[in-house]
């Protein structure tokens, strides 16, 4: 797995098909980022496999919903 990872998800608010690009380097994560088309919040959660499985699940929700 790389350091920079794309994913595609769908926003949880407009529906739109959105490319994340996600920082692997920094191993599970959670944090927040804005529709690239509609602007609301969506909550991000990364989880990243042990060094011998390169799987990445990422899943997006919507943030204070």
Do not use: H
Request: glycine share 6%; with cysteine; hydrophobic share 35%.
């Amino acid at each position: 797995m790389q350091a920079i990872e794309y994913c595609i998800c769908q926003c949880p608010w407009c529906g739109v098909e959105l490319e994340l690009t996600v920082d692997c380097s920094a191993g599970g994560q959670e944090y927040v980022e804005d529709c690239q088309i509609c602007c609301s919040p969506m909550l991000v959660r990364v989880q990243i496999g042990p060094d011998d499985d390169p799987n990445m699940l990422v899943s997006v929700e919507p943030e204070n919903a």
